[in-house]
């Protein structure tokens, strides 16, 4: 498998649950990031990992937690979100944080 | 700081007609100017770039994109329009220093009329 690949496609998740969302990536990149679409707004970047190290955090709440274990993998953490969370969550990878960003097909997330 | 306005966040055309979907940027540094296409459903698939060099970005799917300093602007054309070009396009900048992270722009959704 090639590129970069995130699960679930789709989920549907109350206030009160707890859920993650994995992002891999087979590109040998170094860097990740976390982006937030939603209806009618532009891509918001939310965190940026470089060699496994969170370099940003645009000011996004704590009910939402990234990791990343290693430079392949990325997890957000997902803990009593508001229906106001309901976007697409895309991840993308990039060789060096100045390079090109690839993305993945991102997780549709609706919460209720 | 930087931005960037895509004017139009509709834009209709005729199977066969010119696309041209604009771009206008801020940025206090040299940019580097991207155009990522997403269709229905999918993630951002990067259409082309522009760091340094030749002004005119060629770019996959038959498209280009030209980068004018003296006006801000990286519009994105495609000479003759088809049917499967439907879909939403991204303009995106990034900022200067070691840490380029990207702002995109709010998108324009191109329709192609048969």
């Known amino acids: 498998e090639t590129g970069v690949t995130q699960t679930p496609r789709h989920l549907v998740m109350g206030m009160t649950n707890k859920k993650s969302l994995k992002c891999e990536q087979h590109l040998g990149h170094n860097a990740m990031y976390w982006y937030k679409q939603s209806a009618k707004k532009p891509l918001e970047l939310m965190f940026v990992y470089n060699f496994k190290e969170q370099t940003e955090n645009n000011s996004v709440p704590s009910r939402f937690s990234p990791e990343c274990p290693n430079s392949s993998h990325l997890f957000l953490h997902l803990h009593t979100l508001q229906p106001e969370d309901s976007a697409l969550y895309l991840c993308?990878?990039?060789?060096?944080?100045?390079?090109?960003?690839?993305f993945g097909p991102g997780t549709r997330l609706l919460v209720l | 700081a930087q931005s960037v306005t895509q004017l139009g966040s509709h834009v209709s055309v005729s199977e066969g007609a010119l696309v041209l979907l604009r771009c206008n940027y801020s940025s206090s540094v040299p940019p580097y100017l991207f155009w990522y296409v997403q269709y229905p459903n999918q993630g951002l698939q990067l259409l082309l770039k522009y760091t340094t060099g030749a002004t005119l970005v060629k770019g996959i799917n038959g498209f280009e994109a030209e980068f004018k300093k003296s006006e801000t602007s990286f519009h994105l054309t495609k000479p003759s329009a088809h049917m499967s070009d439907a879909a939403e396009y991204f303009c995106?900048?990034?900022?200067?220093?070691?840490?380029?992270?990207?702002?995109f722009g709010s998108g324009t959704q191109l329709t192609v009329l048969p």
């Open positions: 993308a990878s990039s060789r060096q944080t100045q390079e090109t960003q690839y």
């Open positions: 995106a900048v990034s900022s200067s220093g070691s840490a380029r992270q990207l702002t």
